[in-house]
């Protein structure tokens, strides 16, 4: 009960990206850099179990960016033909590779660093991926030009790629859909037929993370754009109450999120974020714990799963590490609460 766990990435270590750096570009190569991600792994799963983190993840060390490290591996991705493109509706820029062809997946993408992870840990393991229609809008697309055929045509790749982790002994997968929060409309049409399509089969749970993005400066200056409240997730939150997803990721710590949504998730698994990743300053237990107490009166405490608001890449490891603990240590004071 009460379960913590983490929306995905932590920061990289300085030896082998820049710190505090959106698609830090690798400071080693060849085999030096195959090792260096696989240390990185290891350190990111020590630093959860020794927070007493309960579900991990492998911090997504071994990749550049959480959309490019599964397009690495797709053909009919063109790395070469990079553009710069306005992403999530324009809010920021991006340089993003072109589809020039057919899509299809070269190799798993992922595999290896399930594997790894899995054999380097004890307790519940989650692995992130990007959702079809995040993926679709990180894209330059000169073979579909069709939205929902690009991601229903990626929601086919994930699946056969999600069916091989959960074979692995993977615990949790979860889709990455930022996209989610931007276009509402195309959510309702094909978002969640393209979430069906990725998970047919998947053995493990599954999970979406939904959030208002990291904490850069141009998620920071869209967010106060939102008025008083945001409510993007009254639209959504129904959409995926009836859905076939199992778990739902979102923030709430330090958000404008009206924390009454949360009970149109009913039913389903919600990771509630208890700490804020666009700020350096660390939480307190006891802030952490109030966040998990007013989510509670919305979510039964079985279905609660404290989490991050969203991933801590772009965080110093000092920082990281330090709401990390008090992620623990808050939700473990609400669960000797409810045990009561």
């Given at each position: 009960?009460?379960?913590?766990?983490?929306?995905?990435?932590?920061?990289?270590?300085?030896?082998?990206?820049?710190?505090?750096?959106?698609?830090?570009?690798?400071?080693?190569?060849?085999?030096?850099?195959?090792?260096?991600?696989?240390?990185?792994?290891?350190?990111?799963?020590?630093?959860?179990?020794t927070a007493g983190i309960d579900i991990v993840t492998?911090?997504?060390?071994?990749?550049?960016?959480?959309?490019?490290?599964?397009?690495?591996?797709?053909?009919?991705?063109?790395?070469?033909?990079?553009?710069?493109?306005?992403?999530?509706?324009?809010?920021?820029?991006?340089?993003?590779?072109?589809?020039?062809?057919?899509?299809?997946?070269?190799?798993?993408?992922?595999?290896?660093?399930?594997?790894?992870?899995?054999?380097?840990?004890?307790?519940?393991?989650?692995?992130?991926?990007?959702?079809?229609?995040?993926?679709?809008?990180?894209?330059?697309?000169?073979?579909?030009?069709?939205?929902?055929?690009?991601?229903?045509?990626?929601?086919?790749?994930?699946?056969?790629?999600?069916?091989?982790?959960?074979?692995?002994?993977?615990?949790?997968?979860?889709?990455?859909?930022?996209?989610?929060?931007?276009?509402?409309?195309?959510?309702?049409?094909?978002?969640?037929?393209?979430?069906?399509?990725?998970?047919?089969?998947?053995?493990?749970?599954?999970?979406?993370?939904?959030?208002?993005?990291?904490?850069?400066?141009?998620?920071?200056?869209?967010?106060?754009?939102?008025?008083?409240?945001?409510?993007?997730?009254?639209?959504?939150?129904?959409?995926?109450?009836?859905?076939?997803?199992?778990?739902?990721?979102?923030?709430?710590?330090?958000?404008?999120?009206?924390?009454?949504?949360l009970a149109l998730l009913e039913g389903k698994d919600?990771?509630?974020?208890?700490?804020?990743?666009?700020?350096?300053?660390?939480?307190?237990?006891?802030?952490?714990?109030?966040?998990?107490?007013?989510?509670?009166?919305?979510?039964?405490?079985?279905?609660?799963?404290?989490?991050?608001?969203?991933?801590?890449?772009?965080?110093?490891?000092?920082?990281?590490?330090?709401?990390?603990?008090?992620?623990?240590?808050?939700?473990?004071?609400?669960?000797?609460?409810?045990?009561?």
């Amino acid at each position: 009960m009460l379960l913590t766990t983490i929306v995905g990435s932590l920061p990289k270590p300085s030896w082998l990206a820049a710190p505090r750096t959106l698609w830090a570009p690798w400071r080693l190569s060849g085999v030096a850099l195959e090792e260096g991600k696989r240390d990185a792994v290891l350190v990111a799963l020590r630093e959860q179990e020794t927070a007493g983190i309960d579900i991990v993840t492998d911090g997504e060390q071994s990749r550049q960016h959480f959309v490019h490290g599964f397009l690495e591996h797709v053909e009919g991705v063109d790395f070469a033909r990079r553009v710069t493109i306005g992403i999530r509706a324009d809010r920021y820029k991006a340089e993003v590779p072109t589809v020039t062809g057919p899509l299809r997946r070269l190799r798993s993408a992922h595999a290896a660093d399930v594997a790894f992870a899995r054999a380097h840990t004890t307790r519940k393991l989650k692995f992130t991926i990007p959702g079809p229609m995040t993926i679709a809008d990180t894209l330059a697309d000169e073979h579909y030009r069709d939205r929902r055929r690009l991601a229903l045509e990626f929601a086919r790749l994930i699946n056969e790629e999600a069916r091989e982790l959960a074979a692995l002994g993977l615990d949790v997968l979860q889709l990455d859909e930022p996209a989610f929060n931007v276009y509402l409309d195309d959510v309702a049409t094909w978002g969640i037929d393209a979430l069906h399509r990725a998970i047919e089969g998947v053995t493990c749970t599954t999970a979406v993370h939904i959030c208002y993005g990291y904490g850069i400066q141009a998620n920071i200056d869209w967010k106060a754009t939102l008025g008083g409240e945001w409510r993007q997730y009254e639209q959504t939150f129904p959409l995926l109450a009836r859905s076939r997803i199992a778990q739902v990721s979102l923030e709430c710590a330090n958000s404008r999120v009206p924390l009454e949504l949360l009970a149109l998730l009913e039913g389903k698994d919600v990771l509630v974020g208890a700490v804020d990743v666009a700020s350096d300053r660390i939480e307190s237990p006891d802030e952490v714990a109030a966040t998990i107490r007013r989510a509670l009166a919305f979510v039964p405490p079985e279905r609660l799963y404290p989490c991050t608001n969203c991933g801590m890449v772009p965080l110093t490891r000092e920082v990281a590490r330090g709401k990390l603990r008090a992620l623990a240590a808050g939700a473990a004071v609400v669960r000797r609460e409810v045990a009561r």
